[in-house]
């Protein structure tokens, strides 16, 4: 009988293990890559992607920092992104995402191909990552804008260095530097929780590396190709001709069959121990 097929199996899918961070709030970082000037301009696409997304999903986007680069571009963009379901969903966009299209500048018409790196962390909740303030360097400078040039008169700018780790944060968007503080605090939480859980789970390939590679042009999870209006996620074989749809914030065209397909490969792995 179809019905019950279908109702098994999607009891089945209720049954599969769920992945312990589903339910929580999402730092994304988005980084150039290989691909100079356009590379930062697809950071600020890809923020503006996102966004659109999360409104669409009734999710809360906080920008944290950016880092601007020349061309009107990003060397980085991390943002927090508050609402239900933001991890499991936004997760499957960590990985090298590649575009290929032709540069405004470009007076030949040849199309040049950049990459961008996309990290998805899950917000750290503060009885899970316990920050020992001795562990901490805090330096404090005046932010600089693009050509390095100071913006402001005050050292409102923080860099925190967690000592044990190595790992390092710096925040200069606010002009308070207690709000730079906390901003940065957030991120290094979410940055220490994401090693820990590397470092328990093996299998889980959360460590920042194994997320978004070295930005390489071969390592990529989708290619954007705007002279074809074509987008491919190469991790299922996915290809749509929609980019402009995608790009304007209709992901789920993209997310929902990367969920199907992890789903059934979690329930093929299931069956075969069972």
Known sequence: DKELDLLTQELRILLLPKDPNDSKNVILEIRAGAGGDEAGIFVGDLF??????AEDRNWKVELLGTSDASAGGYKEVIAMIRGAGAFSRLKYERGV??????????????????TVTVAVLPEAEEVEIQINETELRIDVYRS??????????????????????????????????HKNKEKALKVLQARLLERKQAEADAERQADR??????GDRSEKIRTYNY???????????LTLHSLDHVMNGDLDQVIDPLISHYQAELLKGSSDSA
Request: overall charge positive; proline content about 5%.
């Open 97 to 114: 995402h590649r575009v290929q299209r032709v540069p405004e500048t470009e007076t030949q018409g040849r199309i040049h191909t950049s």
């Open 48 to 53: 503006r992607m996102y966004t659109r997304y």
């Open 227 to 237: 002279p074809q209006s074509r987008i491919t996620d190469h991790r299922i074989g």
């Open 209 to 214: 590396r194994s997320q978004v590679g070295m």
């Open 144 to 177: 600089s804008g693009p050509g390095g040039q100071s913006v402001n008169t005050t050292d409102s700018a923080v860099r925190i260095t967690h000592i044990p780790s190595g790992i390092v944060v710096a925040m200069q968007d606010e002009k308070s530097q």
